[in-house]
Every structure is written in C-alpha cells, then in structure tokens.
C-alpha cells in the first residue's frame, strides 16, 4: 500500500512562492507509478497541475507553464513542485498521486478525466496541502 503525504502548502501574497513536498512510502520493489501534482480549487474539480511520465518527463497545466517546477528526489522517494509568481487563481488544495501507467500528460489530465481516475479508486492519492494565494 503506497502512502503520500504533501507538505509545504500555506497562505501567500500574490506574487509570492512556496515550494511542496510529497512523501512517497509504501513501494513495492518493480512497481511503476506516474507521479504528479493535481489541484482542485474551491467550487471546481481537481485537474492535472505537473506531471512527470515514466522517464522523467514534466508537463504542465498551460496556466502555470513557466512558473511552477515538478521535480523528484528518486533516493529519497519525494516529489516536489516549486511554485513561483503565485496568483490568486492558483488557491487550491494540492494533491500528490502516483497512478499506475500509463502516464498522463497534464492537458490529458483535465477534470472530466481526474474524476474518472478518482470515482475508479485508480491509483494512491495524498490528503492534500492547502495553497491560499491572496490579492
């Protein structure tokens, strides 16, 4: 059973920055998992945010392409996502998950598809970090 755990979420200024974590435990030696950063904001449905395919590739949400910076320590079983420039848009509680491949890129990882992974049980999700981006 693979646990995730995100830490690193708080309250910002626009403009500001924080940097998330995500603790992966739980592996089974050979086991293969896409991991990535989602987020679901107030109101609306969770959707793919980076990304990362099975070599290591990233891929973004457009509206963070250039600002936010998926990354993995693979020693350490910890993803990361480096968030700059923050906006108000960008409030929402930000989750981590490992999903079995194959991997999604993040515009495939839009809200119609990431309620089917969700309503599935498809895949290891976190509890979630809180990102509060004030005006």
């Known amino acids: 059973q693979v646990h995730l755990a995100e830490f690193g979420g708080g309250s910002v200024q626009n403009g500001g920055s924080l940097r998330l974590s995500c603790v992966a435990s739980g592996y089974t030696p050979g086991e293969d998992f896409c991991m990535g950063w989602y987020r679901e904001a107030p109101g609306k449905l969770r959707e793919g945010v980076a990304l990362?395919?099975?070599?290591?590739?990233?891929s973004y949400l457009e509206s963070v392409q250039g600002r936010f910076t998926v990354s993995e320590d693979s020693t350490k079983h910890t993803l990361f996502l480096q968030m700059n420039n923050l906006s108000p848009e960008d409030t929402a509680t930000y989750y981590c998950?490992?999903?079995?491949?194959?991997?999604?890129?993040?515009?495939?990882?839009?809200?119609?598809?990431?309620?089917?992974?969700?309503?599935?049980?498809?895949?290891?999700w976190g509890h979630g970090t809180r990102v509060t981006v004030s005006s």
């Open positions: 998950a490992a999903l079995p491949p194959p991997c999604l890129l993040a515009h495939e990882a839009d809200p119609t598809v990431v309620r089917s992974v969700l309503e599935a049980n498809y895949g290891y």
């Open positions: 990362l395919g099975m070599e290591g590739a990233a």
